[in-house]
Structure formats: structure tokens, C-alpha cells
């Protein structure tokens, strides 16, 4: 059974730093890009950060560009987020995503909460 587990949430001040970091089971990892997104309540789950498996054309949502960075280690079947200068409307429900597009793979953490008080 795939498996994503995200850890690293939490409650902290604006300008302040958080680290998720999102495990991975039982799929073929180095062949799948890996996501961030990001919900709040009464809105649609937006992309936050994207990293394929040749680690080129990555994406950021432009509201945290040059704040957040997104890695991936494939011998540890992980990904990264490290989220810099937070801001209160940084504030939402972060979810980890696996995609692989050829065939249609498309797996879920269960979310980690992220709250930046102002």
C-alpha cells in the first residue's frame, strides 16, 4: 500500500522557518515528480512547489519564490520543503503529492498543518 507520510508542521511566527519533509512507500519513487500543495479552508488545494525526477523546470507559485525550496533525496524516497520568511497567509493545510503523468499515478499525504501567526 503507497504510503506518504509528512511530518514538520506547526505553529510559528511570521519570519519564521519550517521544515516538511514527506516519506514515501511502496512506489517507484525516482520516477515520480514530487509536489507540494497547500489548502485553507473554503479553497481549492493550490501547487506550492514542484520537482520532477530530473530535477529540471522546477516550479514555484510565485508567492513564495525565493522563500521556499523544495529537494528530494531518491535513496531516501523523500522530499523537502523548507519554507523561509514565512508569512500569515502561508497559513494552510500542506500536502505531499507523488505524480507520475505517463501512467496516471497520483498519491496523497494526509496533510500537516502549517499556521504562521502575525
Known amino acids: 500500500q503507497v504510503q506518504l507520510v509528512e511530518s514538520g508542521g506547526g505553529l510559528v511566527q511570521s519570519g519564521g522557518s519550517l521544515r516538511l519533509s514527506c516519506v514515501v512507500s511502496e512506489i517507484t519513487f525516482e520516477e515520480y515528480t514530487m509536489n507540494w500543495y497547500r489548502q485553507v479552508p473554503g479553497k481549492m488545494r493550490e501547487l506550492v512547489a514542484s520537482l520532477p525526477p530530473s530535477r529540471t523546470n522546477l516550479y514555484y507559485k510565485e508567492s513564495v519564490k525565493g522563500r521556499f525550496t523544495i529537494s528530494r533525496d531518491d535513496y531516501k524516497r523523500s522530499t523537502i520543503l523548507q519554507m523561509n520568511a514565512l508569512k500569515p497567509e502561508d497559513t494552510a493545510v500542506y500536502f505531499c503529492?507523488?505524480?507520475?503523468?505517463?501512467?496516471?499515478?497520483?498519491?496523497w499525504g494526509q496533510g500537516t498543518q502549517v499556521t504562521v501567526s502575525s
Open positions: 503529492n507523488a505524480a507520475w503523468a505517463r501512467f496516471g499515478y497520483d498519491h
